[in-house]
Every structure is written in structure tokens, then in C-alpha cells.
């Protein structure tokens, strides 16, 4: 089975500021993970995946996510917040092994504001 | 990536009724799904559209309430049949190639009278 778990409903930052978005994973072999943004009423976006190799993934908008495989967490950063950047954003997971199933489960969502 | 389009991307429409969500991509893909979305909430999967074959349901989603079709590797639609408020939600089209990541339309925004 595969989960995956945003304990935040809504991260609040101020602009220019470092953002973090919590994600943590629970999968029975390796797994893929995902990062999603979603703007007010529009679909889902792909931000960024890690497959393997390197722990730091860089997206678009310059995001960027890093796989904790101790911790099972990947964590979605920015260095410096902008308010285009307030927005909807999904965690996903799909386990990598054999049986496990090519559809990714989705975190509930986290809220990021970012105010001026 | 891909250009997904969907169609109508908002609809008002009666308790009773039915309706039908298009979903055309511009490139042939190996996987269509179908979510369901609360405005603010994160997406339940509704089914895995087949192509030539009959659409994979997820545990509470049936095929008399939600028929799906996938005439080919490019199309898909979903049907809200019998609807009631209940069903007022956003519906998501969804494709990718087995590389993971999954590419979405912009929705369809169903409100129920």
C-alpha cells in the first residue's frame, strides 16, 4: 500500500521569505514522488519528481524538493517566496516495485500563502 | 507534457439529468484517468479509462452512475448520470506515459440544482 500525508493545511509565508512544504511518504518498496501546484480554478500542474540519483530535485518556478529516505520525506522548498506563488500544492506518491500500481496516491493538499 | 483539453469547463445543470465531460489530448497516451474534486480538496480517482475495453472503477464509483468511454488513444469521456447535488464537484481529466507524472486538464466544474 502507498501513502502520503501534508500535515499542514496552510503554510502562511511573507515574500522573499524561504518557503517549505511538508511531505511524507509510506510506500512497501522504493518510491516516486511528485510535487503538483494548482492555481484557483485551474487543473494541477506538474512541479517537479524524483525517480532516483540525485536527493535534491529542481523544478519549475524555481522549486525544488528534497528526498529523505531515512526521514521518508520530501519536502517542497523555494528560497525566496513570491506572492505568484500562493497556490494549491499536492504531494503524490507512487510506489516503484513491481506490484505496485502506476497510479500515484495524492496528499490532501497544502495551502501556501504568501503575503506582500 | 501534452495540451489537454476539456469540455464544457463549467456547467449548471438539474437534479435527474445527466451529463457528458470531453477530454481530448494532443498526443496519443498510454493512461487516462478520471478525478473528482471538492473545491480546496485533494482529488479522489474515480476510474482509469481503457482504451477499447471497459473502464477500471475505484471502490465506491460505478459504472451505471459514472460510464466511461475511450474510443482511442487521444479521447475520453465521463458521464455524471442521475445527478444529484451530491455530484456538484470538479471533474479532472488526467493523462501520462507510464513515466510517472501525471498531466491535467483545467477541469470541469459540475454544480447540481
Known amino acids: 500500500a502507498q501513502s502520503v500525508a501534508q500535515p499542514e493545511d496552510q503554510v502562511n509565508v511573507a515574500e522573499g521569505n524561504p518557503l517549505t512544504v511538508k511531505c511524507t511518504y509510506s510506500?512497501?518498496?522504493?518510491?516516486?514522488l511528485f510535487w503538483y501546484v494548482q492555481y484557483p480554478n485551474r487543473g494541477l500542474q506538474f512541479l517537479l519528481k524524483?525517480?532516483?540519483?540525485?536527493?535534491l530535485v529542481k523544478g519549475s518556478y524555481g522549486f525544488e524538493a528534497e528526498f529523505n529516505k531515512s526521514q521518508t520525506s520530501f519536502h517542497l522548498k523555494k528560497p525566496s517566496a513570491l506572492v505568484s506563488d500562493s497556490a494549491l500544492y499536492f504531494c503524490a506518491v507512487r510506489d516503484k516495485g513491481s506490484g505496485g500500481s502506476y497510479i500515484p496516491t495524492f496528499g490532501r493538499g497544502t495551502s501556501l500563502i504568501v503575503h506582500p | 507534457s501534452a495540451v489537454i483539453s476539456q469540455k464544457p469547463s463549467r456547467d449548471i445543470c438539474q437534479r435527474g439529468t445527466s451529463l457528458t465531460i470531453q477530454c481530448q489530448v494532443d498526443?496519443?497516451?498510454?493512461?487516462m484517468f478520471w478525478y473528482r474534486q471538492q473545491p480546496g480538496q485533494s482529488l479522489t480517482l474515480i476510474a482509469t479509462?481503457?482504451?477499447?475495453?471497459?473502464?477500471t472503477y475505484e471502490s465506491g464509483f460505478v459504472i451505471d452512475k459514472f460510464p466511461i468511454s475511450r474510443p482511442n488513444l487521444t479521447f475520453s469521456t465521463l458521464t455524471v448520470s442521475n445527478m444529484s447535488p451530491e455530484d456538484s464537484s470538479i471533474y479532472l481529466c488526467?493523462?501520462?506515459w507510464g513515466t510517472g507524472e501525471l498531466f491535467f486538464g483545467e477541469g470541469s466544474r459540475l454544480t447540481v440544482l
Open positions: 510506500v512497501s518498496g522504493n518510491p516516486y
Open positions: 488526467s493523462v501520462g
Open positions: 498526443s496519443q497516451v498510454t493512461m
Open positions: 479509462a481503457n482504451q477499447g475495453s471497459e473502464a
Open positions: 524524483y525517480i532516483t540519483g540525485d536527493n
